[in-house]
């Protein structure tokens, strides 16, 4: 009765050796590394890289332990942490001459101490969340308004430029929020327009309305445009945060999105924050202008007159002030690169841009009709511009290649192309959320997390060895196993482990231990009915099992609530929690009846079992039935 | 070892109004300091900024909140933080000033007068966040107290979903009641503490309602006051063994988690303790006013459905 069929323990062996082999990776730490990878898009990190990077250490005198590549990167395990920041150095002189123009990132980290064949399996110790390593992590919200606002405007000009193609006359086109109001004359041009934006720009609805003697068209943006101008913007968001956090160095920095218009940064590892911040903080978008020369303008330069009509007054880094035309030429969307270097002539530093083919084209056009006037590129923040650069159209620029250069350091010059690149941000961001743990706190919310766990689970494991004897130390086997599953299943999501997940295992640990109490006393009391041993075992399993799935589906319930709508800390603790409870199913019911059939099952004339005291009431004194 | 050595079963549903009583009244009370004191909530809700700073000896708390007083910041809360040396300072959200620009400028005025002092943690929550949070953890609430309902109905009887829902979120009260006298922070991780002991006690509910169901069918002859009490009183061992090993883990996290788990690990004692006594004496008394029946949980077998009856299969 009480026996298990072999492909059952079958199953319970396959399954103890899969949790114990991912489980393993976990307990080897981390030892320090070098990690090489590309900052650019370019730039492939790939054998050869890491042969170089081997040559490179072995000329430095340093041996490194294990020099692997990994995805999209090379890591060169090291031994001790001085030997890290002296194959740190040699890299980075080797693979990098010119720190200025980086090809190669090259970071201090932390690698996993486990043997390659682990690794093999794809056997990885879990990630450990910000919490329990230290680091920064922010949540920028895009505005997204301000990315249709921008859409908007750019279609505004784009019409404008397509009426003039067709040599449609009109009589004024402005952007009135997210819609483009264009006037028409009369009926014919009316059509006309309306056919040409219907042909030309797919994403527009038009509306018109007759304004006395007038025509008044509003095009909107449809709505399954907005949605995908909104996530482009996210998307090119993403991309530039990660192009800004490549200048960091940072090992493995992390850039999701989240929910419709936001984007999780996290940075591990990261001790120094104020960079980043600042880096991030850097919300901009970019936008490059005319500079308005008329003679009102030059007034108003000065501060001796108004501000003329079409024109915005903006400051230079300098503090000087710059009156700026309202229509905007190119924006950050239209810059592909923008690099610092030197003037092949002057040996002056420069900036170098390269604009995309439609950028090209009206770059072109504009350097033509303005040549000896000046263009400013203005760089907004939160709504603030300021004028990145204001330099003199010295001859038309064809090609899309543009050369900035005067006045400027190589520092300057160096800022001036990050904030460039920077600047091709779709949308602005706002860091709404925003948390920073020092490397100590990481280490000791480890140390205090395992304490918990493992404190909790000796107490827990004395008292049900020594109440429940045989019964108990086969419990709290069942304990240990569901540990074990539980992070082996962890590892093998590559799930984060945060401070919360932690208190979720002791807690699910706490609860688990409730399905083996549940069985013991269910088989003590079948023992105090005067049942067999064997049959009490038997009845006691499957008397407790109907209640341990009633108990454990209403906790799933909560895990569940939790985990859909749980944010942040929340969402560890039920990822953890939920995991807990299906192996805690697991563990405490088939494999304990494993281990008790292998134990018991055989006897065929099982006089007695070792679950403690069965006191029975009716004899009236305590009747011990134990080994 | 047997701690439990119980002759007959316990009368405890003759008492069932003392404790339906004495349920109301801490509810009351819980209900009645929620309204007068409130919640301190986190920052994770209201949105501000948190800084954890540590200082090579016990920090002088009065002097840091002068210095982060000086800086031009109202309603600053100063307080140590685990260990004397350690001191968290909560700043509201400022207009037009950035969460970088806030702990920079806290830990430069703090550095100016200890070089010492370094920042451990900083934490910033935009307003619009916390807004969220509230939402998202009330629809997490009410997703858990409808599943509850809906899986007792479906493996019991709706009278007992109703019972155990009404006995647990009781327990969710007293525990805010509680935070709300003494002033505990209130954050994310002490809501999904409540809503643990809110699986965990109705968890409590379902093992007794298990019972209760097996004696509705073993014993024909009792009635229902006697039918609980049985299913109390045997399953009482297994209540407080489960019970202490649980708290046995959480006192664990409480001693050796840290500042970071203490709150987490409270809620979760007072959630445990108040979590038996509801779901053993409030729940089912609650189910026994509802009036439940021996029909209600076991299904009279229909003649014609008798598995036995060799004519079964047959009809046309």
């Known amino acids: 009765m009480n026996r298990y069929p072999v492909w059952k323990y079958a199953i319970l062996v396959i399954v103890l050796l899969v949790g114990a082999l991912y489980t393993l990776p976990n307990f080897f730490g981390e030892a320090p590394a070098v990690q090489v990878s590309s900052a650019k898009a370019t730039v492939k990190v790939d054998a050869a890289v890491l042969q170089r990077v081997e040559e ?18 090379v890591r060169a395990r090291l031994d001790t942490p001085d030997n890290q920041l002296k194959a740190r150095d040699a890299i980075q002189k080797a693979l990098v001459p010119d720190p200025a123009n980086p090809s190669y990132i090259v970071a201090l980290n932390l690698v996993s101490r486990s043997p390659a064949w682990l690794t093999a399996l794809h056997a990885r110790p879990m990630y450990l969340g910000l919490d329990l390593r230290g680091g920064v992590h922010f949540m920028l919200q895009v505005d997204m308004q301000a990315a249709l606002t921008k859409k908007a405007e750019s279609y505004a000009g784009d019409i404008r430029t397509a009426l003039r193609d067709k040599n449609i006359r009109h009589g004024g086109i402005s952007r009135d929020g997210q819609t483009i109001d264009i006037k028409v004359r009369d009926e014919a041009t009316q059509t006309a327009t309306r056919n040409l934006i219907a042909d030309q720009f797919a994403d527009l609805q038009t509306t018109s309305q007759p304004e006395g003697s007038e025509f008044r068209l509003r095009a909107t943006i449809k709505p399954e445009a907005t949605r995908r101008v909104q996530e482009q913007a996210l998307k090119q968001n993403i991309v530039t945060l990660h192009n800004r956090i490549n200048e960091l160095g940072v090992a493995e920095p992390v850039i999701q999105q989240q929910g419709l218009d936001r984007i999780v940064v996290q940075l591990p590892g990261v001790q120094g924050t104020a960079k980043a911040k600042d880096i991030l903080g850097r919300t901009a978008t970019l936008e490059v202008r005319l500079v308005d020369e008329g003679t009102e303008a030059r007034s108003a330069e000065g501060g001796r007159g ?18 700026v035309k309202k229509q905007v030429i190119l924006t950050g969307e239209n810059l592909t690169d923008a690099q610092p270097g030197f003037d092949g002539q002057t040996q002056e530093p420069t900036v170098n841009l390269t604009l995309d083919a439609k950028g090209s084209r009206i770059f072109r056009d504009i350097t033509r009709e303005n040549i000896g006037k000046r263009m400013a590129i203005v760089l907004f923040e939160k709504g603030k511009g300021e004028v990145v650069t204001a330099p003199v159209i010295r001859s038309e620029i064809g090609g899309g290649r543009v050369q900035i250069s005067g006045r400027m ?32 706190l990481g280490a000791d919310n480890i140390e205090r997390g395992i304490h918990s766990v493992v404190w909790g689970m000796v107490a827990v494991a004395a008292f049900m060895c020594v109440y429940y004897r045989l019964f108990g130390v086969f419990s709290t086997l069942a304990l240990s196993v569901n540990v074990l599953l539980l992070l082996a299943i962890l590892s093998m999501l590559q799930a984060t482990l945060t401070l919360p997940g932690i208190a979720a295992m002791a807690l699910a640990l706490g609860v688990a231990i409730d399905s083996n109490v549940l069985i013991n006393e269910r088989i003590r009391e079948e023992l105090r009915d005067g049942m067999s041993p064997q049959a009490a075992i038997h009845a006691g399993y499957e008397r407790a099992w109907a209640t341990i799935l009633d108990s454990n589906v209403t906790t799933l319930v909560v895990g569940l609530a939790l985990l859909a709508f749980g944010s942040g800390p929340v969402r560890g603790f039920a990822v953890v929690h939920t995991i807990g409870i299906l192996t805690s199913m697991f563990s405490a019911v088939f494999f304990s009846r494993g281990v008790v059939n292998l134990w018991y099952g055989r006897q065929k004339k099982l006089k007695s079992v070792s679950i403690g005291q069965v006191w029975k009431p009716d004899a009236g004194t305590a009747v011990a039935k134990t080994n | 070892m047997e701690f439990f050595r119980i002759r007959k079963d316990i009368p405890f549903m003759k008492h069932a109004l003392v404790f339906n009583a004495i349920s109301f009244i801490t509810f009351a009370l819980a209900v009645f300091f929620l309204l007068t004191r409130g919640l301190h909530l986190s920052v994770e809700f209201t949105g501000g900024t948190v800084m954890e700073v540590a200082y090579s000896q016990p920090a002088e708390l009065a002097k840091v909140r002068e210095t982060v007083a000086s800086l031009g910041y109202a309603d600053v809360q100063v307080q140590n933080f685990g260990t004397a040396r350690d001191v968290m300072i909560r700043l509201p959200v400022q207009k037009g000033v950035t969460s970088a620009q806030q702990s920079e400028q806290v830990i430069a005025a703090l550095k100016a007068g200890d070089p010492a002092v ?15 949070l509230v939402h998202g953890g009330l629809m997490a609430l009410a997703m858990v107290v409808v599943g509850i309902v809906v899986y007792l109905a479906f493996r019991f009887e709706w009278k007992f979903g109703v019972a155990a829902i009404i006995a647990n ?8 009641g509680f935070f709300a006298f003494f002033q505990w922070e209130f954050s994310l991780s002490v809501l999904a503490a409540v809503l643990a002991v809110l699986g965990y006690s109705v968890n409590e509910s379902v093992v007794i309602f298990d019972r209760i169901r097996e004696a509705f069918r073993k ?29 046995a883990m959480v006192l664990s996290m409480f001693f050796f988690g840290g500042p970071s788990l203490h709150n987490f690990a409270l809620a979760l004692t007072i959630g445990i303790l108040f979590g038996i006594y509801s779901s053993v004496f409030v729940a089912a008394a609650i189910a026994m006013w509802l009036g439940v029946k021996r029909e209600d949980l076991v299904k009279v077998a229909r003649k014609d459905e008798d598995p036995n009856d060799p004519n079964a299969g047959a009809a046309v």
Request: charged content about 20%; glycine content about 8%; cysteine-free.
């Open chain 2, 118 to 132: 370094t920042l451990r943690r900083t934490e910033f929550v935009g307003p619009q966040v916390g807004e969220e």
């Open chain 2, 169 to 176: 979120l009781h327990d969710v009260v007293i525990i805010l």
């Open chain 1, 306 to 323: 108004p501000v003329p009509f079409g024109s915005e007054r903006y400051l230079e880094r300098s503090g000087q002030p710059v009156i």
């Open chain 2, 219 to 247: 014993y024909r002859k009792m009635n229902t006051h006697e039918v609980i009490d049985h299913a109390i009183t045997s399953t009482m061992s297994r209540t407080i063994i489960t019970h202490a090993s649980t708290e």
């Open chain 1, 409 to 440: 350091t190589t520092a300057e010059a160096n800022d001036t192309a990050l904030l460039l690149r920077a600047g091709s941000l779709a949308a602005p961001m706002e860091i709404i959320e925003e948390f920073t743990i020092g490397p100590s």
């Open chain 1, 56 to 73: 490179v250490l072995k000329t430095a005198g340093v041996t490194p332990d294990l020099v692997s590549l990994d995805g999209g990167s």
